[in-house]
């Protein structure tokens, strides 16, 4: 989870599904994108009804399950998947902190290209 977008987005449950199926392109069950998510399926199942209700996920009724799919043909689908594609690629706070560390000559070892000239 990057803080970025959890910043802008009301909760934890919406940040992850968002990233998940801007992001990474995924698409699922309620049940499967909750358990990949990591929260329960009736708190992705509101996440879901609130982006089906602005028209940026799909849900289509497969035998007695809901298919969640991204809807990239939302105006503003491609403009989300390249803002979770950027907060995914920003610095964690621990890789700005190690270079700081490195920066000033600290013996950081699993990394040749930043401890001491190794």
């Known amino acids: 989870m990057t803080n970025a977008l959890l910043s802008l987005f009301q909760s934890r449950t919406r ?5 998940r199926l801007f992001g990474e392109g995924e698409e699922g069950t309620v049940s499967e994108l909750a358990r990949r998510c990591g929260v329960t399926p009736r708190a992705l199942g ?9 028209g ?3 849900v289509e009724a497969v035998g007695n399950t809901d298919m969640v799919r991204p809807k990239m043909k939302h105006p503003l689908a491609k403009a989300l998947k390249a803002l979770v594609l950027a907060a ?9 902190v190690r270079a700081s560390l490195a920066a ?6 699993g990394d040749p290209g ?5």
């Open 88 to 96: 995914v690629k920003e610095p964690l706070a621990s890789d700005s």
């Open 114 to 118: 930043h401890a001491n000239g190794r």
């Open 15 to 19: 940040e992850a599904l968002v990233r």
């Open 104 to 109: 000033y000559g600290a013996p950081l070892t």
């Open 46 to 54: 509101l996440e879901v009804q609130n982006l089906e209700s602005v």
């Open 56 to 58: 940026l996920v799909q």
